[in-house]
């Protein structure tokens, strides 16, 4: 395994150019929601490296601080007045790479706000993470948290678990999970210690038992995702998957975790715009385009492709709210972790319900989120099971 500063390390990857712009593109819509909260933010990054890549693009703790400085600079003005600070704490274990990355964040704190308050640090990730559950037992402000190792040491589940429960909602962890590494060396006793740390349990050594890699690693995956949500007691649990570039074969998995329905949904919109062939993965350069106006639908026969999958979408949301009436928002609230459907096409489902007489749109246009003739959060839909029957429902 390579040293945490070789040199190889710091050149670009598609992998994580991907994982950088899933980063940049949930950061700036989930400052805009959270600081309707509190105007204390916090950044933390547990495995910063060391700043910038050879070709001189930003790594992620200069990609957060740009993130934020661009939405201050906007000259809107509405984060400007709800933004008091946003904290960033970097933590580089490797001293070679602290270095590199102090100077980075220097030079970049030159054409910040002063909102963006940086603490660099020189220790290990765990460490740090003792000390600050340590200090934040009556709360903490809510809080971005990167945790971004090369390997699957370091990060033990108990650390990630006190991390998310600090309070019960407001911190988002963001971590890779490096199960296909798990799944090479599961065999390894000199591994297996250190995956039962980052697992919070053994029970792994019995139930990951698949005969190919990409199996016994998609194992650990929802493995982990259990104890995620039995164990941490974690509501929203969504996963997207790397590829290796050269073999197509898991290489790991980014995890967010939160117990806020906002932060869960815009990180699942954020993913699927990032993903290739409608599916939650990076499966190669060859495969890659990321653009907000994709439709994340299969080259292959697209429009075909598309109906067949608002249809299926449609007969499942007409299956889980038959003669039901709710806010447009609260059917993709209650499904939405059932589905691997966005926004949109949960709004083309509806539609194609009231198309084949198994739905009606109720618009409420007095209403913050409701509209005169579309659909929004706040317009109700009626699921219509018995269609002659629906005129006495009213």
Avoid at 177 to 201: L, N, Y
């Amino acid at each position: 395994m390579r040293d945490d500063n070789d040199p190889e390390k710091q050149r670009m990857k598609g992998q994580t150019e991907i994982k950088h712009t899933i980063l940049q593109k949930y950061l700036r819509p989930w400052l805009y929601k959270i600081t309707e909260v509190d105007d204390h933010i916090r950044y933390i990054d547990g495995f910063a490296g060391w700043g910038r890549y050879d070709d001189g693009s930003p790594g992620s703790p200069l990609l957060a601080m740009e993130v934020v400085s661009e939405n201050l600079n906007d000259g809107v003005g509405r984060l400007n007045s709800k933004l008091d600070t946003f904290n960033c704490t970097f933590i580089e274990k490797t001293h070679e790479n602290y270095k590199s990355l102090s100077r980075a964040v220097a030079t970049e704190e030159k054409n910040t706000p002063s909102q963006i308050v940086t603490d660099t640090q020189n220790r290990e990730f765990t460490e740090f993470a003792y000390d600050f559950i340590a200090k934040h037992q009556d709360g903490v402000s809510p809080s971005f948290i990167f945790v971004d190792p090369f390997g699957f040491s370091g990060v033990p589940f108990s650390v990630v678990d006190d991390l998310i429960n600090l309070r019960p909602k407001g911190i988002e962890l963001f971590i890779t999970f490096m199960s296909g590494k798990m799944a090479r060396f599961k065999d390894s006793e000199t591994h297996q210690v250190a995956i039962d740390e980052i697992m919070g349990t053994d029970s792994w050594r019995q139930e990951v038992d698949a005969e190919s890699r990409d199996e016994r690693a998609e194992q650990f995956m929802r493995l982990y995702e259990q104890q995620l949500r039995s164990v941490a007691d974690v509501e929203f649990v969504w996963p997207f998957e790397m590829k290796k570039e050269e073999s197509r074969q898991t290489n790991y998995y980014l995890v967010h975790a939160t117990n806020h329905y906002d932060g869960f949904k815009l990180m699942k919109d954020t993913m699927f715009r990032a993903g290739a062939e409608d599916q939650f993965a990076y499966l190669g350069p060859d495969h890659y385009r990321y653009a907000d106006s994709q439709t994340g639908l299969s080259d292959f026969d697209e429009r075909d492709e598309s109906n067949k999958r608002i249809q299926k979408l449609a007969d499942f949301l007409h299956d889980v709210f038959a003669d039901d009436k709710l806010r447009f928002g609260d059917v993709m609230r209650l499904t939405y972790e059932q589905t691997t459907l966005i926004e949109k096409h949960y709004r083309r489902a509806c539609k194609t319900l009231v198309e084949q007489d198994r739905a009606r749109i109720i618009n409420r246009p007095a209403l913050a989120e409701g509209t005169e003739t579309g659909l929004n959060n706040d317009d109700r839909v009626r699921f219509i099971d018995h269609p002659g029957l629906d005129d006495f429902l009213d």
